[in-house]
């Protein structure tokens, strides 16, 4: 099956969070393809970040690029609906922070966002099975969730092919996205192991370029290379 096209999803959780959207434009400027947007809630991981009334002064500010939302709070549907009404275009969450894993991703389609499920390193992927049809997308956590900056846990490639098996059998066009410690150096590793998504949050923030108008530009652009030589 023909692979999606590759879409770089930076993670804000690195940004400046006292300019965000100044942030968010510049990323995007320096072609970026959507906002990766991390929920935690100091219950189901030990960090706390940001919720739906900074989604919605995203939008509110002129963001018009995707936002995918990554919700790493337990239980989900509440946020699921109060993300949907500020402005989500994806909303992803983990299986064992809800209850009835089917009705929280057909709650998510029935607001109009696109549905996904996130695994843990040590998650196994067995809620997958009969809900192919209902996840427009697949996230892989490639390092513990919780906080930004962690290395890649190299036993994802492993599970990456394991999951692009799965949705190339399937037949749906489900996006297969990484989450986590993601550099210029392993992205052309990652894409060939079956991703099509890529999250990073301080290889992308980490690169801010003072000397150039449009600060991102070159960490992008080497990403894209690096994409670009991929095998696959
Ligand atoms: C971790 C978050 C990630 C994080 C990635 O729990 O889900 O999105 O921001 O950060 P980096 O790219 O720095 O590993
Ligand atoms: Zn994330």
């Known amino acids: 099956m023909a692979r999606l096209p590759d879409f770089i999803s930076p993670s804000i959780l690195s940004a400046d969070f006292a300019s965000l959207g100044q942030e968010v434009d510049n990323v995007l400027k320096s072609g970026a393809d959507v906002v990766h947007f991390d929920v935690m809630d100091n219950h189901y991981v030990p960090n706390l970040t940001i919720g739906p009334l900074v989604c919605d002064a995203l939008r509110k500010h002129g963001v018009t690029a995707e936002i995918d939302v990554h919700l790493m709070v337990q239980p989900v549907d509440q946020l699921i609906t109060d993300f949907a009404k500020a402005g989500a275009s994806y909303v992803t969450f983990h299986p064992e922070a809800s209850k009835h894993v089917d009705r929280s991703l057909q709650l998510t389609r029935d607001l109009g966002c696109k549905s996904g499920l996130v695994f843990n390193p040590a998650t196994s992927l067995n809620e997958l099975e009969y809900v192919m ?61 079956g991703a099509d998504m890529f999250v990073a949050g301080s290889a992308i923030f980490g690169a801010r370029n003072e000397s150039d108008e449009n600060h991102y530009d070159s960490i992008i652009t080497e990403f894209r290379s690096e994409l670009a030589k991929a095998n696959v």
């Open 133 to 193: 049809d209902k996840v427009d997308l697949i996230m892989l956590m490639s390092v513990n969730p919780g906080f930004g900056g962690q290395s890649f846990i190299p036993s994802t490639l492993t599970k990456l092919k394991q999951v692009r098996k799965m949705i190339d059998d399937s037949g749906f066009d489900i996006r297969l996205e990484v989450d986590g410690g993601v550099k210029a150096n392993n992205i052309k590793e990652i894409k060939e192991a």
